[in-house]
Every structure is written in structure tokens, then in C-alpha cells.
């Protein structure tokens, strides 16, 4: 970043994925809310969706509906989309602007964690990204005294999730909520992931050959040998069982390389995945006792 460091992160969602209008995000915030349920004893941390509120809002408030009002400090763990770096950043300023005012960032906690090994101050990366800030007017609507941890998780190395998740255990006080952003589920063409299957033929058929690359090129090296031809003993019931065997063992296969290419990849686009990398949700749940 060129220039001195600003004391406040400025909003650059605001306008396109939720209202830029104080009194109209507010309004879209406190219906969100309403419509979220009421709170549910316990609650210490949840997973949300990042996309703009026309989309994943409701779902979003949900989670934090559950959470309830007595939220004193938020803890929020978001994916880093747009940089590529190991670990955890930090923002270093004191608060995060939203249109329904700042939201004041934990001095002494973001101290604790910036030393840490694995998480180190990186106001750049929090320029661009969007599954931070838009949770934010959701928590000002909750709990409009509440505090921010701001942490994007960026890639992480086997063990890194343990550290972590160790460093934040030790902010889990009462009043303290952990929040997880996640893209939850990608779906549509140009994600490959059709949850409703399209009835016409040529995209059936499109979607099939693809599903057939995918699966040559998972199990390149992996050659099935034809069986031989013993007449119709062969093609018997067990024969036909043995098939459908291999071929459910074909189709577990390529999900679970599908899943650790989407693991290790960092992405959903162009790659045909339907749930995005999890290093937020995997800090999480190390996070417990």
C-alpha cells in the first residue's frame, strides 16, 4: 500500500453487495434478523455465507440470530480470494467502516495474535476481499457495541490449523463469538455443479462428457482390465453387482479427488468444485475442547 497506513478500513461493499444508505441497511439488517429466529442458549461460534445479502443474507442472519445480542467481541475468520500468503493476517488499524458506523477493532487481542509465528499484520490483503466486511452491518445490527478480531486465513500447511486454533482458544472468553465466512456451496454452469439437473438434452449431454474427462483424467494410471468374455454366465446377476460396484467405487473416487484438489487448490472457479477451500471452518473446529 502506498501512502501512510489509515486508522480505519473504509467499505467498498457498500451500495453493491448491501445498501449504502445508513437508514436503508439498517432497515435490511433489522428484517434480516427478525426473520433469523430467536437465540439459542450456547452459542459460541457459527459458519456464515459471504455472498451479498440478496443472496446469502437471510442465511447469514440465521446464524447470527442464534448467536443473540450479548455478543461483546467477534472473532471473524474470513478466506482470502484475492492473495496468496500462508497463514493468518491481521488488519492493523482500529476500526472497519461500515454505513452504520465504525466497528472498533480489539487493540489488545489483535496484539496477542500478531505474535504469534503463523499470523502477521497485512493490511493489503484487506483491501479487495469481501467475506470480512459483509458480515459486519449483520454483527452492528446484533450487538452494535461489538468489538472485531479481523483474521483472513490464507493457505495452510499441515499443523498450521492446530497453531492457530490454539492462539485464538485463548480469546474464547464469555461474550466472545467466533465466526467462520464461507462460501458454503458454489452452483451453476460456470461452476461445473448443477443442483437441479437442466432438461435439455444438450446440456445433459454437455455435462456428461465432462464427467467423463474428469473421471479419465483422475483415474489416468489407474487402467480397469475388460473382463473376459465368459458368456452369459459372466453377465449374471454377480456380474452386473460386481459392475455397479466398481462403478460406485469410480464415483466415490473422483469425488474424494475432487475434494483434495479443492483442498489444496484455493478455488472454485473454473475448476469444477462445489464447496470452496475450508481453512477458515478447519481453524474453527480445532478451536473447541
Same mark, same amino acid.
Given at each position: 500500500?502506498?501512502?501512510?497506513?489509515?486508522?480505519?478500513?473504509?467499505?467498498?461493499?457498500?451500495?453493491?453487495?448491501?445498501?449504502?444508505?445508513?437508514?436503508?441497511?439498517?432497515?435490511?439488517?433489522?428484517?434480516?434478523?427478525?426473520?433469523?429466529?430467536?437465540?439459542?442458549?450456547?452459542?459460541?461460534?457459527?459458519?456464515?455465507?459471504?455472498?451479498?445479502?440478496?443472496?446469502?443474507?437471510?442465511?447469514?442472519?440465521?446464524?447470527?440470530?442464534?448467536?443473540?445480542?450479548?455478543?461483546?467481541?467477534?472473532?471473524?475468520?474470513?478466506?482470502?480470494?484475492?492473495?496468496?500468503?500462508?497463514?493468518?493476517?491481521?488488519?492493523?488499524?482500529?476500526?472497519?467502516?461500515?454505513?452504520?458506523?465504525?466497528?472498533?477493532?480489539?487493540?489488545?487481542?489483535?496484539?496477542?495474535?500478531?505474535?504469534?509465528?503463523?499470523?502477521?499484520?497485512? &493490511?493489503?490483503?484487506?483491501?479487495?476481499?469481501?467475506?470480512?466486511?459483509?458480515?459486519?452491518?449483520?454483527?452492528?445490527?446484533?450487538?452494535?457495541?461489538?468489538?472485531?478480531? &479481523?483474521?483472513?486465513?490464507?493457505?495452510?500447511?499441515?499443523?498450521?490449523?492446530?497453531?492457530? /486454533?490454539?492462539?485464538?482458544?485463548?480469546?474464547?472468553?464469555?461474550?466472545?463469538?467466533?465466526?467462520?465466512?464461507?462460501?458454503?456451496?458454489?452452483?451453476?454452469?460456470?461452476?461445473?455443479?448443477?443442483?437441479?439437473?437442466?432438461?435439455?438434452? /444438450?446440456?445433459?449431454?454437455?455435462?456428461?462428457?465432462?464427467?467423463?474427462?474428469?473421471?479419465?483424467?483422475?483415474?489416468?494410471?489407474?487402467?480397469?482390465?475388460?473382463?473376459?468374455?465368459?458368456?452369459?454366465?459372466?453377465?449374471?446377476?454377480?456380474?452386473? /453387482?460386481?459392475?455397479?460396484?466398481?462403478?460406485?467405487?469410480?464415483?466415490?473416487?473422483?469425488?474424494?479427488?475432487?475434494?483434495?484438489?479443492?483442498?489444496?487448490?484455493?478455488?472454485?472457479?473454473?475448476?469444477?468444485?462445489?464447496? &470452496?477451500?475450508?481453512?477458515?471452518?478447519?481453524?474453527?473446529?480445532?478451536?473447541?475442547?
Amino acid at each position: 500500500m502506498a501512502g501512510p497506513l489509515p486508522s480505519v478500513k473504509e467499505p467498498h461493499l457498500a451500495g453493491r453487495w448491501y445498501p449504502v444508505a445508513p437508514a436503508e441497511l439498517a432497515q435490511s439488517v433489522r428484517e434480516l434478523l427478525a426473520a433469523g429466529g430467536s437465540p439459542r442458549p450456547g452459542v459460541v461460534a457459527v459458519v456464515v455465507p459471504h455472498a451479498a445479502y440478496q443472496y446469502s443474507g437471510p442465511t447469514a442472519a440465521h446464524g447470527f440470530a442464534a448467536a443473540g445480542a450479548g455478543v461483546r467481541r467477534a472473532i471473524v475468520l474470513a478466506p482470502s480470494h484475492f492473495a496468496h500468503f500462508r497463514g493468518a493476517a491481521l488488519l492493523p488499524m482500529s476500526g472497519y467502516r461500515t454505513p452504520l458506523g465504525v466497528v472498533p477493532i480489539d487493540a489488545e487481542a489483535t496484539a496477542a495474535l500478531a505474535r504469534v509465528p503463523l499470523v502477521r499484520p497485512n &493490511p493489503a490483503v484487506f483491501m479487495r476481499e469481501h467475506a470480512l466486511e459483509i458480515q459486519l452491518p449483520l454483527l452492528q445490527g446484533l450487538a452494535p457495541e461489538c468489538a472485531l478480531v &479481523p483474521l483472513l486465513v490464507g493457505s495452510l500447511e499441515p499443523g498450521d490449523a492446530v497453531a492457530l /486454533a490454539a492462539a485464538l482458544r485463548s480469546l474464547l472468553e464469555p461474550g466472545t463469538l467466533l465466526v467462520a465466512s464461507s462460501d458454503l456451496t458454489h452452483y451453476g454452469r460456470r461452476f461445473d455443479y448443477l443442483p437441479v439437473p437442466p432438461t435439455d438434452a /444438450a446440456t445433459v449431454a454437455a455435462a456428461r462428457r465432462r464427467r467423463l474427462r474428469r473421471l479419465r483424467r483422475a483415474h489416468r494410471g489407474h487402467h480397469l482390465r475388460p473382463e473376459p468374455d465368459r458368456g452369459r454366465a459372466a453377465r449374471s446377476a454377480g456380474g452386473r /453387482a460386481r459392475g455397479a460396484a466398481r462403478v460406485h467405487h469410480l464415483a466415490r473416487r473422483d469425488r474424494r479427488l475432487r475434494t483434495h484438489r479443492q483442498l489444496r487448490g484455493g478455488g472454485v472457479h473454473g475448476r469444477g468444485m462445489t464447496v &470452496p477451500p475450508r481453512p477458515p471452518r478447519g481453524v474453527m473446529r480445532r478451536c473447541g475442547p
